[in-house]
């Protein structure tokens, strides 16, 4: 088996689901124009294919258990790319939200789905290496997103934002094809519905919460009651599941709580970074998007040419002693952000944001692939969702607080718009948040993980 190409398939489904996330951004004025609504109103299509491509994820390793991993990683992404065409031909608002919903849906299967192959056929002192191919591949898409969506509407219409999906999941299909095991681990429980609405449902009302604080809206917040119902119900119903969708009793693995929390965390700062930095640089700064996009472009090109630096560097220091330097680093890195003025010239902003993007790949492949260490094969499907869950819904938090972070943070001066100084206090807050990521790290062995890393205490 090629796992290389393995990587590379996963890593480019990966990407694919993240560069969707955010692609749609830069189109929605003439995607409103041309459907005749408000643009606000197509916040719904974002929203939805977040809940959706959250709420899913459950059932990922449930039916991998079932048909196996190669018939559920295909046919998602061909579900992924009918519903993009659907999204491309959409005349309505309702049918573009129904086709974002299945593009939601579909991408909750992909990318858990083929991590897991991924742990379950590849040995562990190559793990690490492996999985470094994936996430750096998916580390370009929210950065590309806005400076493509942005272009191809400028030069071609919004259709082609979803269009050009059509190709990737091409490459997608034949490469599972070729690469892709057919895993059936056999599953201990059943597919626990109730648990699965209830969790659906806690997860939509914090979006709708969250959605409301990115645009400022504190009203919204009333939606966390609902949230905490739910919460309490889909916890009351676990503790009479043999298997709970969501199993936290992984986190009593050290080496899999450390990559919870650490992962988790960070992704708050980091997460919202292809969100905040654009808009920090746009109306902070004064930089056009074309310059903006380009930093962005930058910072993602390092972060690919890191991954070949990465088991060079656990080998030599091990995981804990670089998740916790490392991970101090990327907490300098988003304070060095909040420094960023006009007098420092693009250059020196895009240097900074370079070297930042190097500290975050080197971090996540650590975090990603120290959580696989301990758990046994039967539970790499469970620990795959609970922590693909938590880290997407850590980087909506990130957007919706630095989102409302800079609002407040104007409105309160009095100001009509957003200046330098506004968007610092949210990267101030977004690092103070990261670095609570340090006791987990410190918790660790100092030879936790050196069957991958192959590093010698």
């Not at 030599?316 to 420094?339: K, S, T, Y």
Request: charge should be positive; aromatic fraction near 8%.
């Amino acid at each position: 088996m090629n796992q290389r190409l393995l990587s590379l398939t996963v890593g480019l489904a990966f990407f694919m689901e993240q560069l969707d996330s955010t692609i749609i951004a830069p189109a929605i004025p003439d995607i409103a124009a041309s459907l005749g609504v408000e643009p606000l109103s197509l916040n719904l299509t974002m929203t939805v294919y977040l809940l959706c491509s959250i709420t899913f994820i459950p059932a990922g390793d449930r039916l991998a258990s079932r048909f196996g991993t190669r018939t559920v990683f295909q046919s998602a992404i061909v579900l992924f790319a009918l519903s993009s065409v659907l999204c491309a031909l959409a005349t309505s608002l309702p049918m573009l939200v129904a086709a974002r919903a299945v593009q939601g849906a579909s991408a909750a299967l992909m990318v858990p789905v083929g991590r897991t192959s991924i742990v379950h056929v590849t040995p562990k002192p190559q793990l690490v290496n492996a999985l470094a191919w994936m996430i750096t591949m998916a580390m370009l898409g929210p950065m590309l997103g806005p400076p493509l969506g942005g272009l191809i509407t400028t030069w071609l219409s919004w259709h082609w934002i979803f269009l050009i999906n059509v190709p990737i999941a091409l490459l997608c299909f034949l490469g599972a094809a070729r690469s892709l095991p057919q895993i059936k681990q056999p599953s201990d429980g059943r597919f626990d519905l109730l648990s699965w609405l209830l969790l659906g449902g806690t997860l939509g009302t914090a979006i709708v919460a969250f959605e409301g604080l990115r645009g400022g809206h504190l009203d919204k917040l009333v939606w966390l009651v609902p949230t905490a119902v739910l919460a309490l119900a889909y916890w009351w119903r676990s503790r009479r599941t043999p298997l709970p969708m969501l199993d936290f009793s992984l986190l009593r693995v050290p080496t899999f709580a450390a990559s919870f929390w650490s992962g988790s965390l960070l992704r708050v700062g980091f997460g919202s970074l292809p969100f905040l930095l654009p808009l920090m640089l746009q109306l902070g700064l004064g930089y056009s998007p074309v310059q903006s996009g380009l930093v962005l472009l930058a910072s993602g090109l390092v972060a690919m040419l890191t991954k070949t630096q990465t088991t060079t560097i656990l080998r030599r220091w091990g995981f804990r002693r670089v998740m916790l330097v490392n991970g101090a680093l990327c907490v300098v890195g988003l304070l060095v952000c909040a420094l960023f003025r006009s007098d420092w010239g693009l250059g020196a902003i895009a240097l900074t944001v370079c070297t930042v993007g190097f500290v975050r790949a080197i971090q996540f492949n650590a975090v990603t692939a120290i959580a696989y260490a301990e758990v046994p094969p039967a539970r790499i499907g469970a620990a795959t969702t609970l922590n693909t869950m938590m880290w997407q819904l850590a980087i909506m938090f990130g957007i919706a607080l630095s989102s409302v972070v800079v609002t407040l943070a104007s409105r309160s001066a009095g100001r009509a718009s957003a200046v330098p100084m506004d968007f610092s206090i949210a990267f101030v807050i977004l690092a103070c948040i990261g670095a609570l990521a340090t006791p987990a790290c410190l918790r660790l062995r100092k030879d936790a993980g050196s069957q991958l890393s192959g590093h010698q205490a």
